[in-house]
């Protein structure tokens, strides 16, 4: 969010109230907040709706690392390979060491009802998720790891 413009981006409340729309006209073309003043001193800020939801979105990204960190000092971390264990529900061989890998997965437990599965882990930890169909042929839509195949 850009910062408030001082010149331009300070209203005293009495002048706020007389020309609310083309405050509003303000905020909404420059994404700027306003900040309305009343006895000389800061009140209150105007944000465009926008600014405000990615404000927020960043605020609660922000909150879930702050949490993450709290609870991995309190030793409550899980490794990578039971993290995806965790959240794909198959056995998973983990990638390459040193970044980005082949992940390979079944979609079972049990070795006569697997069908392989193989996808791309990145090395931000996206995963492109693509299922072998029979004969080596493309996946049936649908078919893979959670989300469908693709």
Do not use: N, W
Request: aromatic share 2%; charged share 25%; hydrophobic share 35%.
């Amino acid at each position: 969010m850009p910062r408030p413009e001082l010149d331009e981006d300070l209203r005293p409340l009495s002048d706020f109230r007389s020309h609310v729309a083309s405050c509003i006209r303000q905020v909404r073309k420059t994404k700027r907040p306003l900040v309305i003043t009343h006895h000389g001193k800061s009140a209150a800020i105007l944000l465009d709706v926008s600014e405000y939801e990615s404000l927020m979105r960043r605020m609660e990204v922000l909150e879930d690392s702050r949490v993450a960190e709290a609870q991995l000092a309190q030793g409550k971390g899980v490794p990578h390979e039971s993290a995806l264990r965790q959240v794909l529900g198959r056995r998973v061989k983990p990638p390459r060491p040193g970044g980005a890998g082949l992940l390979t997965a079944t979609t079972s437990a049990k070795p006569a009802e697997a069908k392989p599965v193989i996808g791309r882990l990145a090395r931000s930890g996206t995963l492109v998720r693509r299922s072998l169909g029979e004969g080596g042929s493309s996946p049936p839509k649908g078919a893979g790891l959670p989300g469908g195949g693709g």
